[in-house]
Structure formats: structure tokens, C-alpha cells
């Protein structure tokens, strides 16, 4: 199989970071580039960049990308706004295939000199033949071959070097750091993450192109703010939805935010219904957070496609469980009472119906035994009319009982499911508000990620994923024989 | 001024606790009730209750409550259901004022026992003119006379023994708990809090007219799922109304959650229409959730009326600050350009537009000194066309730049806005998904809730909540002169 056009971008053989002061007592957003990607284990060589020369972690500083002995595949610009053009020329000449450019002080700026500078790049760009990323980015993630722009502090996790099936595609940096972090928290690992910004020059375009060509993606998703072909980008889209699933956070959907867009990346973000329809017309799966995207990509990347809506929802708490009824149902999934021979064999388990209900949602007793909550989601799952069971454990509900006494045996009895349920189950972990029980449901959470099972915050972001997730499969006909 | 009429309830002198085994080796509710309030420091006396007998806690087990010397006012039962008939009986002897069914097993359960159950407690209780609170709840929590019903364990902090302006009054026990839990990590406290279950007797009529009277409650919430008697509560809601904000989330809103209501508190829910229309014709503030709430509880007890809806939000991060404008436009608020006179001001606070935006949001540079956000903040506050200031902090945002750096001036920054900003100013903490910056986001929330000031975990979150703040006082025309 060819490789992706775009290939090369995401494997560099060697990279130079423009901007790398060696003076340790001015840290600076190039050197943090530098460090992070000799922590992740990039596996080219690397090559600080910087006018004044001098050495740092025991590297040769280059005055000038020219300066650098062999080929420079990729470079990042770290350095202020006015001197990218000359480094862009001083790359053509080296022959360079991309700088990305982290720089900002562009069209985002109100001032006119931004756009001045935005056209300069872009025609010196053209000329040399450089791919430009950005500017005003974070640039790439890439963990198979080792590219990345994450810090490695003590306080904030570096992102995996553990790959996944998750194309990202984010005009916003920030949104996808988080998306990044929110995603490998919950067990959704990456082919490739881009942050591409202004997109002067590559834009969501070659991205989407790129993403849709790539075996190693297998979900795509993306948050953009404006495209700058409308009709290329429905082309690209079409072709993406016919051969992956889809996610788009499309931002800017009112006045206000499509003015921010236009200050952020100087994106023009385009009527809201109109771009709603258009996406929905394609078959596209859309969402109103990068926390939403995340959540749809778990379901994706994590549960078997469920036959049908009719979920099941077990857990204790009787308030909880009315909430749950009533946001299950508002997500458009169904809740069915139970039938009477399940309800039977729960009465049966359970010995007794005081402290407990059986109609659906399920609330069980939070201090009966591990033995009897088992047997009672095997009953459940059993059912012909149950299509998807959600487990939830609310942490900041207890006021009588120890709650790590009562957190172990649920993680047990999930753990022990796991293996044996062959319906979809998704697990939710919630009414988390003190540090103790955020701690302690951190845990859980890594412990059930890591049973490959999809984990969810609240019951009202299970069931709007789930849905989606489920009109997507009706959609594309993957039940169908 | 008279105490209102239940005010006995609150400030029981004596009380028992019924189902007590001196049995150390099986634990129970009922042991932990006990201690409980042996911990919380409940200031009157308590004595255990069990047909065994025997010693716990240093204290002599009473086989009946009439074997108990001296007067008891309130009696909380932990026994099964089919005993309760006759403690009731004996609390009717003994002269006890109310008692606490936290037992289950009654009208919420389907076998007819169970409503057969509720109907001879009930006719008991009025033979005998004993109160009763449940069956099927937790019961009271009154930090001014050490009610509490919170065990008291290592890993789950008791409710707080500090007092404050919120009556709880819910049909949920455990979203009670949770209600109390998580107003008072972000500081608002309560007068009472009450889990009054399947209101055999008393019910939310009751309460309501309670903390309407109660000088000690300012803000009245409640959770409810039915009402024993539609135009009573109407009356009673009029009236809390003209006196106090009333916050109300009415559960079983889907034909499945009304459902629900019935198999958890046997309450017949009614049709959503009705309730939201009756709710605001009333002009109760109306909410979906217990988070949500919380949500505008701390809105009401943390923050200045706002003299208007026109926002300005001041963070760091692009993406962020595009997803807000569209979140805070849709949630009802306004986002107005900053004037030009302040934008300036800006410009030369910082020195660059490089890095930052300063139309509204304002996306400050995140490793810009803290003097400069501060000033920044400032003239913000000091234009006449913004009426709230949202400040937010996202703290999985970040890859390039150290968290805890970045963090620690933004909590100073606030800390001393806290004392020169004279507008209403909202903290928004967010963006929170891995553990360390979960642990991180809880400490910089508990300094920034000790300055006073309002902290939510979202835009979405703050925005309606800031919004409905807004409609209650624009209804109730707190602003006119």
C-alpha cells in the first residue's frame, strides 16, 4: 500500500527546534519542545537552533539551520513573528520539507502587520517549496515515531507513547492537549493528534485527506473553527465518512463565538445551521465539547455496537437512578421495565425487595454481597430485551457506609463481568465533588480502563454517547447482515 | 418571634436510635447513626435501642424504648419494616414527639405489604400523635443543634459543623448527601437539610412552610419527585416565594422517570408540562440536576446581583475561549466586544497582541507576570459595560509550560482581585480530567472558596447559573430602586 501523501510529515528523519536559547535561566517554550521530545524518544536526530549559539543538555546550539551538518526534515519555530520569514528562506535553501510554525503574532492579531505576515510566509513558503503548519499551533503528536509537543513536569503526565486508532484533527492547541489527556485518561490512545492553526498553508483539508489514507487511523475526529474551502472540505469529508467514523466539534455556532474564532485563528466560522445540515447531510457524527468528542470516541474505540437502544441501567442509589430514567430517556435511548422473570430471579437473589428496586433502573443493595450483584447483571444481561447495560457508582452518596468498603467490591464485581458479559457495558463513575472520593474514583477509573471497558462521568454523557454511537450504526448499516 | 411549628423536629433534647446491636461484629446503619452523632457532637442525649440489649460505645443498649429513664423527644427507627408498627406504638406511650423511619420496605416496594405497611404506621402515628419523618430516608441534618446523619470514616469527610443560609428539603436521601456534599466543598452551608423520603406523614408541604418560617434559612432548595397534595403545595410555594428564593429540582420528567419515582418513593410525579409552567408561573428557579443546584445556590449565597447579563470572560486558552463565547451566548448571557478604549488599555498592559486576545474573551498569555493580569483585570472591571467578570483557569490545557508554575499566580491573582474588584466575579475552574490535575484543581478551590467568591467546574455550568441568578432578581426586582 502507498503511503499518505502527507507521510512525511508525521516521520521525520531529523528535526531542528528554532528558538532553543542555551541560556538555562531564560526558559522558554523552545526548549521545553527540545526537552520533551528527548524525553519521548524521538528517534531522529535533533538540533537546537538559536542566533547566539552556545550548547544545552549537552547539544550544539546552530546559529542558523544552514550551519547544520546532513539533511533537516522538519523544523519547529519557537521565535518571534518578524524573523519566520528569513528562517522559512534559510529552510528552502537546506531543503527542509516543513516548519511548523508554533509562532503566533499573525492573522489571529488585530493588527494589520499579522495578515502582512501571513501572506509573506505563505508566498516564500510556495516558492521554496516548504509545507508550512500553523502558525499559531502546537504542531504534532505522533507516538510511533516519536513526535510530540508535551511537557515532561512532575505534576502533568507527558502524553503516552502508546499508539490507538484515534486520528485528531484541531485547529486549537489547548483543545487538543486536553482532548489528548481526557482521551488516554479513559483508554483512547492516538495514530497521529495535529494542531494546525491558522493553516495558512496545510489546512483541515490535506488533514482530513491525510487522516482518511492513514491504516493506522481507524476513527478520525476533529474540532475546527472555519475551513477555508467549503467545497474541497464537503469532498474530503464524503470520501472520510465512507470509509471511518467521523467526529466533528465544530465551534463557533453563535455570533459571539464566530467572532472569537476570527480572533483565534482567524478562521471565518460560517453560519451554524447551515454547517449543522451540511455535516449531518455527510453522515458525520457531531458534538459540542472536545469532553463530548471524547466520549464518543470511547464508545467507539471501546463497546461492541450495540443490536438495539434498550438499556439497562444498575447501580444503588434510588434519587440517582430517578435522574437517570429520566436522562437516559431524554438522550433517546429506552428504559424498558424489566420483564417478570428477570424481575423473579432478582427477588430471588437479593432475598428481599426493601432497599432495593428491580424494575429498571436496577438499584441494588449497596452492602449486599459481591456474589448477589453479579448474579444479578448476569440476569440482566441474559435478557433478550436488553440491548446495553450501564453500571454506575455514585462515590459522594454515602453517608452511612465506608465508601472504600463499598468502592472495592463494586471494582470486583466489574472486573469479574467484564469477562464473562458478552452484552455491551459501559461503566459509570460519578457524584464525585470531594478531593477523597475524586482521588478514589481516579483509581477505580484506571482500573476499569484498564479491563478495556468504557468509562463514562455522568450518566446524562454515557447515554448522549451511546446514542450517537448507535445512530451512527444505523446509519452506515453495521448491523446489517 | 415564635418558632415555627416544627422547629421541635430540629432540636430534639433526647433522642434514640432503634436497631442498635451491641454486636460490634455486624456492623449497621443504625451503629452508625450513633456514632454519627456521637462524633458530630449532637448536643442533647442518645441512647441505642435493640430487644438484645448489652453495651455499645461505653453506653447501655435499652431492649425498649420505655425502659429508657427520662424524656425522649425524637426516636430515628433502623429496624425492619414489620417491626415499626409496634416502636411506633411504644414512641406513643413514651411520649416521643416524631420518629425517623429511615427504614425501607414500605409504599416504594411492589409487594402489597408494603403499602399496607405505610397505611398502619400512619394511622398509628395519629392515634398515638407521634410525627413521623419517611419511612424510606436519612432524615435530618441540623448543624446548630448537632443533627447529622454523615458516618464519620477517613476517606469521606461528615458534614460540616459549620451553619449557613441553605434548607435543603429532598425526597432523596442520597441526593441529599450529595447536595450537601458538594455545596459545601464550594461554600455554601446550610441551616437544615432534610431527606424526607415517601412523606407518609409529613411531607413537603410541611417543610416548605417550615423553612419558609425558619429565620435561619435564606435560600430554600428542594428535590422532589411528587406531591402528596398539588394545591397546598401551591399555597405554600407562593408564599416561600415571596420570602426567599426557592430553587427547585422536580425529578421523573420523562414518562420513565415518573415511572422511577414510583418504585423509589411511591410518588406519583405528574406530567413535566404542567410542573415547569406551574414552577415559573410561581417564579421558582427551576433546575435539571443536583450539580446544577448547586449551581445557582452558590450563584445566590457567593454572589453581588449582577446589574446586568453583559460578560467578560478572562483566561488563557484559544479553543477554550471560542467554546465559551458559544456556551455563554447559548446559556443566555452576553459577550460584548470589549470597548476600544479598554482594549487598548490592554495592548499596553502586555506590550503584544502576540499570544493574546483581548476582545472578549480576553485570552491573556499564560507565562505573563501576574501584575499584568491583575491590571488587566482591572480595567476590564472598571468599564461600565461589563457587569460580571468570569475569570477561568483549565488545567489539562497545558503541554508546554509547567502546571504548578502557572497555576500558583493565578490563584494569587484572584486572591487579590478578591479584595479590590468591586463587580461580580466568578471563578471557573475546568478543563480537570487527569488525577494530578484533579488534585491540584481541589486545592486551588478550596483557597479561592475560602475568599468568598463563587467557583464552578465549567463555562456551561457558571453561565446558567449566573443567568438564572439574573431572571430570579430580574423577576423579583431586586435591582430597582
Redo the contacts between chains.
Sequence with gaps: MPKPALDYLFNPGSMAIAGVSADMARPS?AQ??LK?LINFGFKGRVYPLHPAGGEIYGMKVYKNVQDIPGEVDYVVSAI??RFTPQLIEDCGTKGVKAVHLFT??YG????EI?KQLEVEVLRIARRTGVRLIGPNC?GLYCPASGLT???D?P???G?PVRPGPLGLI?????????CI??AT?RGVFFSKAISYGNAVDLNECDLLEYMTDDPDTKLIAM?I?GVKDGRRFMRALKRAVSLKPVIINK???????A???S???GAIAGSAGTWQGLLRQVGVTQVG??SELVDISVAFARMPVPAGRNVAVVG???????????E???AGL??P?LPSDIREKLHNIYG????A???N?V?VPPLASKEMYIKAVQAIADSDQIDVIIMHF?F?????????ILVAPFTEVVSELSQTIRKPLAIVLH?C????????A?EVQ?KIVNLGLPVFPSIPRASQAINKYIQYNERHNVNKP
Excluded at 489571529?108 to 493588527?111: G, H, M, Q, S, W
Excluded at 484541531?170 to 486536553?178: L, P, V, W, Y
Excluded at 428481599?352 to 432497599?355: C, P
Design positions: 517554550p521545553w519542545f520533551s518571534p513573528a503566533s503574532g489571529e492579531i488585530e493588527a499579522g502546537m509537543f508535551a511537557g513536569y505534576d502533568q503526565h502524553f484541531s485547529q486549537s492547541g489547548g483543545n487538543c492537549i486536553f489527556r481526557e485518561v474540532y473553527e465551534a463557533g455556532n453563535t455570533e459571539t463565538g467572532r472569537t474564532c480572533s483565534h485563528t465539547s472536545m444503588s442509589g434510588g434519587g440517582v437512578g430517578v435522574q437517570a430514567a429520566d437516559i430517556t431524554q429506552h428504559l421495565v428481599t425487595e426493601a432497599g428496586i428491580f424494575r433502573p438499584d455514585p459522594d452518596l454515602w453517608a452511612l457506609a465506608h465508601r472504600t457524584y465533588v470531594s478531593a477523597n472520593a475524586r482521588k478514589l481516579d484506571e
